[in-house]
């Protein structure tokens, strides 16, 4: 069983990463994206799923870094996903109307406040004035960036609002989250990340 659990792992582990690195070929469409992610239990058992193959088999891949790409800001300034290399990312896709990611936003609030984490919500298919109101509505000060023609949505293989990017201080990816975070699935995330770093050492 524990081998069985394992291949699973890693054949979850190995489509995610085919998605990522296939994605710059994926033309979806905004309207395409699912208004409803998956559910918190079947993301969560995905995580885990993902968790063991990395913590298993954390000599057996290579790692894989992300491209730079642009970020446009609300107020039109431009800037880059490297601009945050140092710390850790989390780059969440998310969209006004999407019930669970407002459910979730305050969690990456407090996550924001953290010295090591940078929050990037990427708000997909809306434009400046309904994010900004929507985010001065809430008071949030994380970073928010549009992605108004779902273009870095569509380079990434999002299906579903919200799905959270795990990226390392030094680009590399980690893990896709379909789904709502909760305190609990970012919890052990971030142990399975932290575990797969120390076993490097």
Not at 17 to 44: D, F, R, Y
Not at 92 to 115: G, I, V
Not at 171 to 176: D, H, K, L, R
């Amino acid at each position: 069983m524990k081998s069985f659990t394992k291949r699973v792992g890693l054949m979850v582990f190995l489509l995610s990463l085919l998605i990522i690195t296939t994605a710059c070929n994926t033309a979806v469409s905004t309207n395409e994206v699912s208004t409803e992610p998956a559910t918190t239990t079947e993301a969560v058992q995905s995580t885990e799923a993902t968790t063991a193959a990395n913590t298993e088999t954390t000599e057996a891949y290579e790692p894989y870094y992300i491209e730079d790409f642009e970020l446009k800001s609300l107020d039109g300034s431009v800037t880059s996903l490297h601009a945050f290399e140092g710390k850790m990312i989390v780059l969440n896709f998310w969209a006004t109307w999407c019930t669970y990611c407002k459910q979730e936003m305050p969690l990456l609030e407090e996550l924001s406040k953290r010295d090591d984490v940078v929050v990037i919500a990427v708000s997909v298919g809306e434009d400046a004035k309904t994010v900004q109101d929507y985010i001065d509505e809430n008071g949030y000060t994380f970073d928010v960036f549009l992605d108004e023609e779902g273009t870095l949505a569509s380079m990434f293989g999002v299906t579903g609002f919200p799905t959270s990017m795990f990226i390392g201080t030094d680009m590399e990816y980690f893990y896709s989250f379909p789904g709502m975070l909760t305190q609990e699935s970012l919890d052990n995330i971030f142990t399975a990340i932290d575990e797969i770093l120390e076993a490097r050492k």
